[in-house]
């Protein structure tokens, strides 16, 4: 039996953080918080790539992964249901295209996209009762680029 695990351990490693404008009150916490957990575990090697709104981060996504540049991507952004249908077909369009970034080339891509019902919602989840899910989505794509080397 192996038992296959990623440490997170983040020297050496590189990162690219594709981060949506829309909403950047929180944006940026979302931000702060992965570089904060990049930079205490270790990695100084990331570069921050903007988009205009979540939808557009796949696309972006799918072209650092394609560079070979990078050990993961880290994928940020802020959805608020505004009562709309966008917030449904943006948040199922952003989801399912960053999950396809991964899987179609091999390039760890972790997701830091907030979907929220209110401001409030949106604030919680980005640095204060709720943590901040930008760090989280970091810890993740350190975890995931040292199992994607170990399994090779
Ligand atoms: N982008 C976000 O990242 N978060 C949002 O909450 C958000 N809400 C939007 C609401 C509407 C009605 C529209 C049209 C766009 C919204 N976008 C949002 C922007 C979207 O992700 C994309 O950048 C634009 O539609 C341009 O392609």
Redesign the pocket.
């Known amino acids: 039996m192996a038992l296959i695990e990623g440490n997170l351990m983040g020297q050496g490693l590189r990162f690219a953080i594709v981060q949506?404008r829309?909403?950047d009150l929180m944006g940026n916490r979302l931000l702060e918080g992965a570089e904060d957990c990049l930079k205490r575990h270790g990695c100084d090697q990331y570069d921050v790539v903007k988009v205009?709104?979540?939808?557009?981060i796949p696309l972006i996504a799918k072209k650092l992964a394609l560079s070979g540049k990078y050990d993961a991507i880290i994928c940020l952004?802020?959805?608020?249901r505004?009562g709309?249908l966008?917030?449904e077909l943006?948040a199922g369009q952003t989801t399912n295209g960053i999950s396809a970034v991964g899987l179609e080339t091999g390039v760890p891509v972790t997701f830091g996209v907030i979907t929220c019902d209110s401001l409030e919602q949106a604030m919680e989840r980005s640095g204060s009762k709720a943590g901040n899910k930008g760090a989280e989505a970091a810890l993740a794509a350190i975890e995931m680029a040292n199992l994607v080397k170990q399994i090779g």
């Not at 205009?52 to 557009?56: H, T």
């Not at 952004?77 to 608020?80: N, S, W």
């Open positions: 949506a829309w909403n205009p709104g979540s939808f557009e952004g802020v959805l608020i505004g709309t966008h917030f943006i």
